[in-house]
């Protein structure tokens, strides 16, 4: 009896993702675009998980990407996987506007604007969710406030598109 | 060529002690008047014969001579020559990285930092970014690049920065075979090299068993149970491989960071 019961918790377990993807995307500016007075050349969009610490520079080791800009406007298509323990989390986010590649590169980066954002829940355990942010022009503010992301703007859960991504006050990924 | 001449005549304009550029090469007097004379005299010298060998185009010897004036006068001048003889020799990253540390060591006069950001941007542009796909995190995985073992750090992917031009890239680890890529890369690409390390097939001496006593062997509830733990196994097995499975991966055509 129960070897037959262990055979059916894995069968039935095999079905349930505990993961979760956030596709976002990040509609960047053009090369040349001024950051106060100083043009942009690269961005770096680095990630972390369950912070909202901005007031030091994060580690290295937390993911990041860094793209030079074209001469147009661009949108950066991320895919972040979060493990299942980072599933319920808040994700942070840091867009560093950069003089040059280089200085993107940097570690810590080398920034001469920044975008810092917050979404407090970004995840839903064995879904894909979507959010496009515009970070297309660079803030020119000495000291940049955080971006909160509402929740109910992070879609996933039904297809197209909608106003708001909750009903009731509950996201449809939670109903 | 010129461009970089000019820039060493400019350079050893800056270095020179003379009045006319004492407020302007404000870390160059505060170096010369806190270091020990003769370490700023041996400084100088070696500059001056970094100046010799540039415009003979010795630039090897050059370089030797820049880093040497660099390390033991710390000017900024110094610094800025390396960069530039580093790109005479091709050697973009390290030109880049020169003149990225230039930048953030030193305050310069405007037309140093002028021209500084003028050959950042220009270095910047030829460096060559190579993401090793196909290489997971494997316990002694190591990456040379024409020969030369490079530090990995803990960014995932793995992205190498490399000058244009011929490469051979290898990537070893243990109980895998190693896997090679060689071809030249252009100025300034953005590149992916495939670089899968497959898991070598291991010999392991086949356990011979020995033989059953007969007793046992006979009897029924010894091949029940053997059957059971087959069923159970499997079971287990499909059920794992099938929960694994299911995870999701990052969008296909997206940037795949993961948390």
Redesign the interface.
């Known amino acids: 009896m129960r070897p037959s019961c262990s055979i059916l918790a894995a069968l039935l377990c095999s079905a349930c993702a505990q993961n979760a993807v956030l596709d976002l995307d990040v509609e960047l500016p053009a090369a040349g675009t001024l950051a106060g007075s100083t043009p942009i050349e690269a961005v770096t969009v680095q990630l972390d998980s369950d912070t909202a610490d901005f007031d030091s520079d994060w580690a290295a080791g937390l993911p990041r990407q860094t793209v030079s800009l074209d001469a147009t406007r661009t949108t950066l298509q991320l895919s972040v996987l979060a493990q299942p323990d980072h599933v319920e989390r808040s994700l942070a986010l840091r867009v560093y506007y950069c003089t040059s590649l280089a200085a993107c590169e940097a570690t810590p980066v080398e920034a001469q604007a920044e975008l810092r954002v917050v979404m407090p829940r970004a995840f839903y355990r064995g879904v894909a969710t979507r959010y496009r942010l515009v970070a297309s022009s660079p803030p020119d503010g000495t000291t940049p406030g955080v971006l909160e992301v509402d929740p109910c703007d992070v879609a996933g859960c039904r297809d197209g598109e909608m106003a708001s991504w909750c009903e009731g006050g509950v996201h449809l990924c939670d109903r | 060529m010129m461009a970089t001449f000019a820039s060493l005549l400019l350079a050893a304009l800056l270095v020179a002690p003379r009045p006319a550029h004492a407020q302007t090469d404000t870390l160059s007097t505060q170096a010369q008047s806190s270091a020990d004379d003769t370490q700023v005299a041996e400084g100088r010298a070696a500059y001056a014969r970094g100046l010799t060998a540039a415009d003979e185009v010795r630039w090897s010897d050059a370089l030797r001579e820049f880093e040497r004036a660099y390390e033991l006068a710390r000017v900024p001048s110094a610094l800025f020559n390396v960069g530039t003889t580093l790109r005479a020799l091709g050697r973009h990253v390290e030109a880049?990285d020169a003149i990225?540390r230039l930048l953030?060591d030193h305050t310069l006069n405007d037309a140093m930092l002028a021209e500084a950001q003028g050959i950042?941007?220009e270095?910047?542009?030829r460096?060559v970014h190579a993401e090793l796909a196909g290489l997971a995190d494997l316990e002694g995985l190591e990456v040379r690049v024409d020969g030369r073992r490079v530090t990995l750090?803990?960014?995932?992917p793995f992205i190498l920065?490399l000058d244009p031009g011929a490469h051979v890239v290898e990537a070893t680890a243990p109980a895998h075979a190693t896997a090679r890529w060689e071809g030249s890369l252009a100025d300034g690409a953005?590149t992916r090299l495939e670089l899968r390390l497959m898991p070598l097939a291991i010999d392991e001496p086949v356990p011979v068993a020995p033989p059953p006593a007969s007793s046992v062997a006979e009897s029924p509830w010894l091949w029940v149970s053997l059957a059971?733990a087959l069923?159970?196994g499997a079971?287990?097995g499909?059920?794992?491989w099938?929960?694994d499975?299911?995870?999701?991966?990052?969008?296909p055509?997206?940037?795949?960071?993961?948390?």
Do not use: K, S, Y
């Open positions: 880049r990225l953030r950042l941007r270095e910047a542009a460096v750090g803990a960014e995932r920065a953005r059971a069923v159970v079971g287990l499909v059920g794992l099938a929960q499975d299911a995870q999701l991966d990052p969008t055509g997206r940037v795949g960071l993961r948390l």
